[in-house]
Every structure is written in structure tokens, then in C-alpha cells.
T-cell receptor, first 116, second 112 residues
Framework: GAVVSQHPSWVICKSGTSVKIECRSL??????MFWYRQFPKQSLMLMAT?????????EQGVEKDKFLINHASLTLSTLTVTSAHPEDSSFYIC????????????FGPGTRLTVT | GNSVTQMEGPVTLSEEAFLTINCTYT??????LFWYVQYPGEGLQLLLK?????DKGSNKGFEATYRKETTSFHLEKGSVQVSDSAVYFC???????????FGTGTRLTIIP
């Protein structure tokens, strides 16, 4: 089946620094990828849609200058949390849709970000 | 846009109990419906899906039937096991749209 990886699986950074999270589709190409944030009570919030070769589409309320998304190739999307603050600490998950209807999502294992 | 409402939880059951996790959706068209499961320490994975009214998705003893008249897709299992402890997400997606709308998730704990 389709596999999506994320790197790193966890990261600790200091307040004010930037952190980059990678999302890769390992055995398929993905022109679209999705970035989610998962909160402690498990709810999943869609942050943005990453589009290969064009700008990301952000959901309402998500700061595009803070969460920079780059879809550099058909197998790689990156999320950079800029000038991180403790409130950005969270679990970030990416996914890529399958190629046929219905478009089930293949999820990465997630990245735990802790900002100190 | 679409929305999904599911049972809040947490839900705690004894092993071999019957499970129902309610899910209802709001959509303008005829969406596909999904249940995803997130086991402890793992990423979300597809559990089952249904693409049209009256379809029944099933996997690992879980079932859900696409009920258009009640806009529901309730997840059921006749006899749960400790290994079913996980967070379950209901989701819907429009035809031709790769984006899915997720419910808030229901944490299920099965005690031996």
C-alpha cells in the first residue's frame, strides 16, 4: 500500500527558532498533500493544502507567514514553523490522497513538536 | 462546506462488548464516507469506507452503513477486543475533491 513518511518524528526547539518538518510519499507521487495539527484531545485540524508547483492553500485562521509550506517535488512537502512559540507545540500530521476515487488519505506517522 | 459530527467520547467498554460510535454528516452532494483509526503511537489509517447510499463498509469485524436518509455512518462491532483500543475518526469527502472533512475523533478504550 501507499506509504507516507515524516521526518523528524519528534523535535524540540527553542522559542524564536524555526523548525522544518518533511513529508514524503515513498512509493507514489502526490501533487497534493495535506497538513494537519492534532490537539491533545485528539481532534484533527486541517491547516493547509500543499500543491506541487504552486502556492499552498491555507485554511481560515492559519497564519501563512508562520506555517510556511513548500511542495518541492511530487514526493516531498515541507512545513516550516517559523519563529516558534510554546503555543505552537503540537502533533503535526501530513497526508496524501490516493490516486482514484474515493480519495482516501494516506497518513504519515506525525511529528511531535515541543517548543521550549 | 461539509461537516462531520461524531460521538465525543471517551468510550470505555469491556472486552467482548458491542460497540457503536455514532457519526452524522452534512454535505451538499453525495459524499464518500470513511472511518479512520489511530492506534497508540501510530498514524491514522483507513479502517473502512462507503461510496454510496446503503453501501456497507467492513473491515476487522467493524461495519458501517451509509444511511442517506439519516445522513449517518455509525461504526459498529459485535465483540470488541483490547487491541481495538484506539482513536476513531469519521470523515467525508466530496466526489472529485481530494480533501476530507474529519470529525473530532472518539477515543475508545477496551478493558479486559
Amino acid at each position: 500500500g501507499a506509504v507516507v513518511s515524516q521526518h523528524p518524528s519528534w523535535v524540540i526547539c527553542k522559542s524564536g527558532t524555526s523548525v522544518k518538518i518533511e513529508c514524503r510519499s515513498l512509493d507514489f507521487q502526490a501533487t497534493t498533500m495535506f497538513w494537519y495539527r492534532q490537539f491533545p484531545k485528539q481532534s484533527l485540524m486541517l491547516m493547509a493544502t500543499s500543491n506541487e508547483g504552486s502556492k499552498a492553500t491555507y485554511e481560515q485562521g492559519v497564519e501563512k507567514d508562520k506555517f510556511l509550506i513548500n511542495h518541492a517535488s511530487l514526493t516531498l512537502s515541507t512545513l516550516t514553523v517559523t519563529s516558534a512559540h510554546p503555543e505552537d507545540s503540537s502533533f503535526y500530521i501530513c497526508s496524501a490522497p490516493g490516486r482514484t476515487e474515493p480519495y482516501e488519505q494516506y497518513f504519515g506517522p506525525g511529528t511531535r513538536l515541543t517548543v521550549t | 462546506g461539509n461537516s462531520v459530527t461524531q460521538m465525543e467520547g471517551p468510550v470505555t467498554l469491556s472486552e467482548e462488548a458491542f460497540l457503536t460510535i455514532n457519526c452524522t454528516y452534512t454535505a451538499t452532494g453525495y459524499p464518500s464516507l470513511f472511518w479512520y483509526v489511530q492506534y497508540p503511537g501510530e498514524g491514522l489509517q483507513l479502517l473502512l469506507k462507503a461510496t454510496k447510499a446503503d453501501d456497507k463498509g467492513s473491515n476487522k469485524g467493524f461495519e458501517a452503513t451509509y444511511r442517506k436518509e439519516t445522513t449517518s455512518f455509525h461504526l459498529e462491532k459485535g465483540s470488541v477486543q483490547v487491541s481495538d483500543s484506539a482513536v476513531y475518526f469519521c470523515a467525508c469527502g466530496d466526489f472529485g475533491n481530494e480533501k476530507l472533512t474529519f470529525g473530532t475523533g472518539t477515543r475508545l478504550t477496551i478493558i479486559p
